[in-house]
């Protein structure tokens, strides 16, 4: 039979409205890949973690001929830059929230470390030290829909990295009056943000927190609410390019194209979530 097209209709008729207009074709260069096939390979780089350079890529793989690797960093750290991953990953929660299909009412946050390979360092934040390897800090709903995430480098504690993540979940529209959704109701995390800061933070947003006290709380009790995020991080982990560091080029440049990839994968999961429950 056939093989599943890497970029289904679904998928493309959310991303296509939302790609800025092609760049002017440089005089006797090569012609721009089109959208279509560029969003093709740089979906079979995050699935399947090839290194960039063209060099890499199997005869057959991915479809059409396409002559790819390096040419895909352009249009990764374009789209990245004009907002289309986010914009895509916050359509997609609107879909999810207009069909009332996104639970806030307990939301769930965890992290899971990502080691870097060969040597690569991030810089994960402005002016923050050059780190190999990485964390990503996720926050779901309470089906582990994906709805904001941040980076940071390895060695972050946790409980420092609670309030970035909250911050990072998208305000949603839902097409009826009123301000947008923003926040979960309650937040269960982990006994690595026990800390009253952690505590003070949710309280300022209008969260309840659901924090595991150390040497109180057992992980049977609480943690029957927080399995959903370790789910979705499992999910994540699934993208073999967010566990592989291939990308030439300075620390804060590999950092812009592991963000995009992130919020990608996000949005992809969040897909999932519409075919499964809209």
Not at 213 to 233: A, N
Request: proline letters at 10%.
């Amino acid at each position: 039979g056939m093989a599943r097209p890497l970029v289904p209709d679904d998928l493309w008729a959310a991303i296509e409205p939302l790609l800025p207009p092609p760049r002017p074709k440089p005089k006797g260069g090569r012609p721009p890949i089109p959208d279509r096939a560029a969003l093709t390979g740089i979906l079979f780089v995050l699935k399947s973690g090839i290194p960039w350079g063209s060099g890499h890529w199997p005869e057959r793989c991915p479809p059409d001929g396409m002559r790819l690797g390096d040419e895909l960093l352009a249009p990764t750290r374009d789209w990245h830059a004009a907002g289309v991953w986010a914009a895509l990953h916050r359509l997609l929660l609107e879909r999810l929230h207009g069909a009332g299909q996104i639970d806030r009412r307990r939301a769930a946050l965890d992290s899971a470390s990502a080691p870097a390979k060969r040597g690569a360092r991030y810089r994960l934040e402005p002016n923050g030290p050059r780190q190999a390897g990485h964390k990503r800090h996720l926050v779901t709903d309470a089906r582990g829909t994906p709805l904001g995430f941040a980076l940071s480098g390895a060695n972050r504690h946790d409980s420092r990295m609670l309030a970035p993540t909250l911050d990072a979940i998208p305000p949603v529209r839902s097409g009826r009056r009123g301000r947008p959704r923003r926040r979960p109701n309650k937040l269960h995390a982990d006994k690595g943000y026990d800390d009253p800061r952690c505590r003070r933070e949710c309280r300022a947003r209008g969260i309840t927190p659901r924090i595991a006290r150390r040497g109180i709380d057992s992980r049977e009790r609480l943690g029957r609410h927080r399995w959903v995020v370790e789910r979705t991080l499992a999910w994540l982990a699934r993208f073999r390019r967010l566990t592989a560091d291939t990308v030439r080029g300075t620390a804060s440049a590999r950092a812009d194209i592991h963000f995009a990839f992130t919020t990608l994968a996000c949005a992809l999961i969040c897909l999932n979530q519409i075919r499964r429950f809209c």
